[in-house]
């Protein structure tokens, strides 16, 4: 269960972001398409492609490779990029079977087609290192009830009912390819009908954060480990967008720091454990120049 301080303070961050976003929908797709090759770099890293963020950068914003790369990581940038804007224009209302399954055949178009846009069946099965995916038989009634227990009306959370649809997806691990990334699409979608800004799982921090809390769920139907890493990286987008669309001037968390007096460490420190309205710009801690603590 995610914490009380921690759903207030994404309460109060949301409401603050509804109101920015009721006056500034064009900017908040701006910024969407401008946050987009970190997203795909850092999903596509996590599955092991070579792929810089630089690399990911030229590929999709000025179409071109500078070095060499296999051509499926070429396509899995691009690919996943197009699934991404395709969600942004979704106009459906709530998550469905046939979003999941059309957001994947664009995902692994042109990489393999024969499994593109459909569940595992017969004798397809999946291994993630120890991890079996779910009986191929038994995948499509799975991932049925999944979907249909997170569109039911309930006082559940909306973030630990997001956390929860990501841990089992990736348990069930429906697809014969592209599991992660589309777990990490469709967690996006869901923020996004939310009118919330995506989160993005560092490729950084993936085997110490990203698979022990996956893994805990697998291994003990534990899902607050997930749900608290959810829960940081909300916080975190929330601050990121906030700041984009509001502050005067965006600097590194070191010049803040340096400016206003505050040992470095203890500034990062903060940064990290969401006290301060910090946020991960190409892997460096940046915050509003004009943001003063209370200490101050």
């Known amino acids: 269960m995610i914490s009380q301080v921690k759903r207030d303070r994404i309460d109060s961050l949301a409401e603050e972001y509804h109101a920015l976003v ?8 701006e910024l969407t398409i401008a946050e987009l090759p ?3 770099y850092n999903s596509n890293a996590i599955e092991n492609s070579t792929l810089t963020l630089e690399d990911t950068e030229d590929i999709l914003i000025r ?7 296999e051509i499926r990581e070429i396509f ?3 690919n996943l990029a197009k699934a991404i804007e395709y969600l942004m224009d979704n106009t459906e209302k709530e998550i469905s079977i046939q979003l999941i399954l059309r ?8 990489i393999r087609d024969e499994i593109a846009g459909r569940f595992r069946s017969g ?45 089992e997806f990736e348990n069930i691990h429906p697809f ?5 990334r589309i777990g990490r699409l469709i967690t996006n979608e869901q923020l996004d009908l939310l009118d919330l800004p995506p989160i993005v799982v560092p490729n950084k921090s993936k085997t110490s954060e990203y698979y022990p809390a996956l893994e805990a769920y697998v291994l003990k139907n534990n899902v607050e480990k997930i749900e608290e890493l959810f829960a940081g990286l909300l916080i ?3 601050y990121r967008r906030i700041a984009k669309l509001t502050a005067r001037r965006i600097i590194p968390v070191a010049d803040w720091a340096e400016k206003n007096d505050i040992n470095l460490q203890s500034a990062v420190n903060k940064a990290i454990r969401g006290t301060i309205p910090a946020f991960r710009e190409r892997e460096h801690w940046m915050i509003d120049e004009g943001f003063v603590p209370e200490t101050l």
């Open 38 to 40: 970190e997203m795909v």
């Open 176 to 180: 014969a390819d592209g599991n992660g």
């Open 76 to 78: 899995e940038a691009k």
């Open 22 to 29: 009721r006056k500034s929908r064009l900017a908040i797709k």
């Open 123 to 167: 004798k397809e099965w999946v291994r993630v290192g120890t991890h079996i995916g779910a009986n191929p038989e038994f995948v499509d009634g799975l991932m049925q009830e999944l979907v249909d227990g997170y569109n039911k009306d309930d006082d559940k959370y909306f973030l630990e009912k997001i956390a929860y649809f990501h841990a």
């Open 236 to 238: 975190e987008a929330l």
């Open 63 to 69: 179409d071109r490779i500078r070095t060499d790369h």
């Open 103 to 110: 957001s994947h055949k664009m995902l692994i178009s042109n």
